[in-house]
């Protein structure tokens, strides 16, 4: 932890034992998004991977709230069809915890969704980007665009992003960030079918989001580490901006949240031009030496400075059902 910059690290006072992943938080800091699934997704998956192709009764890994979410619709015929939503919590100030997590109206039953992330148009409207899976290309980007509400009433007019920067690979993470009326950028994580690496890449629309240039590597940020991943810009009070992102890379040879300054600032000009990557956030140990903290990821910026993150923690013994949780934390920036 770069503790000259940040306080200490804390758990946010509505995780629970679902899996709550892919945080958003927004800049004023009153509202914190995540991908969630009431199970641990990890062994949920390990066990889908041994089974047969056909219907998986996903009943014994149920945990925590189950938050109103249907398992029951599905078009396979089966009893039950484990997914995930996107859940919404709020609160009146940076000083108070978070409410309770509540279904946002990405809640498709039968389709993983998750890893949202919220731009605001200037206008009083504002695009909702996220990823869900699909039959053809397991997960791409999909949006809503020009709703009135931050946190939109209603999911009707979502579609799938452009291809570019879809395609028959794995799309996940978005990050979109504005520039000007029609400049943004937009960084995600790209997966492979059938290799090992994860790496972050990006595209750019200078026409308001209708279309895309060529997703490329960001080649100054990915590295030899086999992911790296979930890249977040934020612009400092100074005018610096700086990518934050996860990555395999340390000794520990787990996930932890790295950070690098853009050389010029001139993001739309050469994107692709950050310097020498720290480490700002890195694995600890749980204090009572029940379990171990397996990595951390999903880091997202407010105004301030403050960093929003999930941390995964797994139990030492490996129950059939249950064995991993991943909870949202923060970190406060110090004055």
Not at 63 to 76: A, E, I, V
Not at 101 to 115: H, S
Request: charged share 25%.
């Amino acid at each position: 932890m770069l503790t000259d910059e940040f306080g200490p690290a804390k758990i946010q006072a509505n995780a629970t034992l679902g899996w709550e992943d892919g945080l958003y938080i927004s800049r004023d800091g009153l509202h914190l998004f995540a991908f969630y699934a009431p199970i641990d997704v990890l062994k949920f998956g390990m066990f889908v991977s041994t089974q047969a192709p056909g219907c998986i009764d996903s009943t014994p890994f149920l945990r925590g709230p189950l938050l109103g979410m249907d398992f029951t619709t599905n078009p396979y015929g089966c009893k039950n069809v484990m997914h995930s939503d996107i859940v919404h919590a709020s609160r009146a100030s940076i000083n108070d915890d978070f409410g309770p997590w509540a279904l946002t109206v990405f809640r498709e039953p039968a389709v993983w969704e998750g890893e949202p992330v919220i731009i605001d148009n200037g206008d009083g409207t504002f695009d909702f980007i996220y990823d869900r899976s699909t039959d053809d290309n397991m997960d791409d980007l999909y949006w809503l665009r020009n709703s009135s509400d931050f946190n939109p009433v209603s999911a009707e007019g979502q579609q799938p992003f452009p291809m570019p920067p879809n395609s028959q690979d794995e799309e996940g993470n978005p990050h979109v960030e504005r520039l000007g009326a029609d400049d943004m950028i937009l960084m995600y994580d790209n997966d492979v079918d059938g290799l090992p690496d994860i790496t972050i890449k990006y595209s750019i629309s200078r026409d308001n989001e209708v279309s895309w240039t060529v997703a490329k590597e960001l080649n100054t940020v990915n590295s030899a580490s086999p992911v790296d991943v979930q890249g977040h810009l934020w612009q400092d009070g100074s005018g610096n901006w700086w990518i934050y992102f996860a990555s395999v890379r340390g000794s520990e040879g787990k996930r932890e949240i790295y950070r690098a300054r853009h050389k010029t600032n001139d993001l739309l000009g050469d994107f692709d031009d950050f310097g020498d990557a720290e480490k700002v956030i890195g694995t600890g140990s749980v204090s009572d030496g029940s379990g171990t903290i397996e990595g951390m990821g999903d880091p997202t910026l407010t105004s301030n400075g403050d960093i929003s993150f999930t941390v995964v923690v797994c139990r030492k013994d490996d129950p059939t059902y249950s064995r991993c949780d991943i909870d949202p934390w923060m970190v406060r920036r110090k004055p």
